[in-house]
């Protein structure tokens, strides 16, 4: 009986599974390789079988014979809410596999923001090496610029939250106003570039303001047209826009955006776009601030040039184009990437906005926000209605897509 339950949990058949149980089975079953039900159900991405598993009392932390746990798998193939359900739970942490390694390294090797996120947030151990001697931090650089920026980020904020002199930055009521408008387009158009770029590294020419990415291996593999916004300096947390910077005026036209970033920021009375120069602002401005820039002035993405002391915050002047399919599905992690460094943001005015984005007319009905793709109006994958759900603080807890038939 015990066998039938695993391959009903497996297969996700959740209903089938519900009936069949009861004190008699094992829920420490393993099949072919050390794999407990809750394990596999994880890897396959079958969140309600994983939470219903872990409230009857599966056991969390089982290893397969690789040494994996449930919690490794989410982290090994991306499913954020299953690893958020293990967490929750107080799944542990810090078991390494066989390799040496924690969900928070695999987290990081694939890129998967949210769960990083919330392995920072549960404590995860970021001293533990590898079999190699790589650790966490190893294994965000990796990843590339903005991984490692966001998770350095994130490690600083959570070292913060441990002092009591400490506050979380709180930016303007119209700098929120906008990242919700335009800070999630600008953030997916950045993930699209993370998928062209992939870990190449980069090089700047002011004098033809063009970022240059490649390796030694294909050479130059792409060539960007760039503008400058400004500099942050890691160590006083300060920023320092590209309209102060004195080396700039060799530079015939550099700043022009940043002076257009400025020009907007004192006619809507922001001073996140107004002022040149701020002490002690968080990281996350820098991403906040290119995500709206790229998508309110429609280009390309913005990109982070990190250095040892100090890291430059540029814009990929082409043009992006208005009709770029924007699937729902490509919408939950910009919008993810945008919530982790501002928890300021209202989810559901930023979904509005998203609606609106790709042609769709929405409704309050107070706990959900209703989308209906508009008369003459091509959906991004054929999508007819989309209902997301919110919680009383406007966090988003669930999105149900309609499609045209």
Not at 142 to 163: I, M, P, R, V, W
Not at 187 to 212: G, M, T
Not at 358 to 382: A, H, L, R, S, Y
């Amino acid at each position: 009986m015990s066998k039938q339950f695993f391959e009903l949990c497996v297969n996700n058949k959740l209903a089938e599974a519900k009936a069949m149980y009861n004190d008699s089975i094992d829920l420490g079953l393993t099949a072919l390789g050390g794999n407990t039900a809750l394990t596999l159900a994880a890897h396959k991405g079958h969140q309600e079988v994983c939470e219903w598993l872990i409230e009857i009392g599966s056991p969390l932390d089982a290893v397969t014979d690789k040494g994996e746990t449930a919690l490794i798998r989410t982290a090994i193939v991306g499913h954020p809410k299953i690893a958020l359900a293990l967490l929750k739970a107080e799944a542990d942490t810090d078991i390494i596999d066989k390799e040496g390694r924690t969900a928070l390294m695999y987290a990081l090797k694939g890129r998967q923001d949210e769960i990083v996120f919330y392995l920072v947030k549960c404590g995860a151990d970021i001293e533990i090496a590898d079999k190699n001697g790589k650790t966490a931090e190893d294994y965000a650089k990796a990843a590339g610029t903005e991984t490692h920026s966001k998770f350095t980020y994130l490690l600083e904020q959570d070292g913060n939250e441990d002092d009591d002199e400490d506050e979380d930055y709180e930016f303007s009521g119209g700098f929120i106003e906008l990242i919700e408008k335009y800070g999630f387009i600008g953030a997916w158009r950045q993930q699209q570039l993370n998928k062209e770029i992939d870990e190449y590294q980069w090089q700047l020419n002011w004098e033809k303001c063009e970022l240059l990415l490649g390796n030694a291996e294909v050479g130059v593999k792409f060539t960007f047209p760039i503008k400058p916004l400004g500099s942050y300096a890691q160590s006083n947390e300060s920023w320092w826009g590209a309209l102060l910077n004195t080396s700039f005026d060799k530079y015939p036209g550099i700043t022009s955006l940043a002076e257009s970033v400025t020009e907007l920021g004192k006619k809507l009375g922001v001073e996140e776009l107004e002022k040149s120069s701020f002490d002690g602002i968080p990281f996350a401005y820098m991403p906040l601030l290119g995500s709206v820039v790229a998508g309110y002035f429609k280009m390309k993405s913005f990109f982070i040039a990190s250095g040892e002391t100090a890291s430059f915050l540029l814009i990929i002047t082409e043009q992006a184009e208005d009709n770029v399919p924007f699937p729902p599905a490509e919408f939950m992690p910009a919008m993810s990437q945008i919530f982790q460094v501002c928890p300021q943001i209202n989810m559901r005015n930023m979904f509005k906005n998203y609606l609106e984005y790709i042609g769709f007319e929405w409704k309050d009905d107070g706990e959900n926000t209703i989308g209906t793709c508009k008369e003459g109006t091509t959906p991004p994958n054929g999508e007819k209605t989309m209902t997301a759900k919110f919680n009383e603080y406007n966090m988003l807890t669930g999105l149900d897509i309609g499609y045209a038939d």
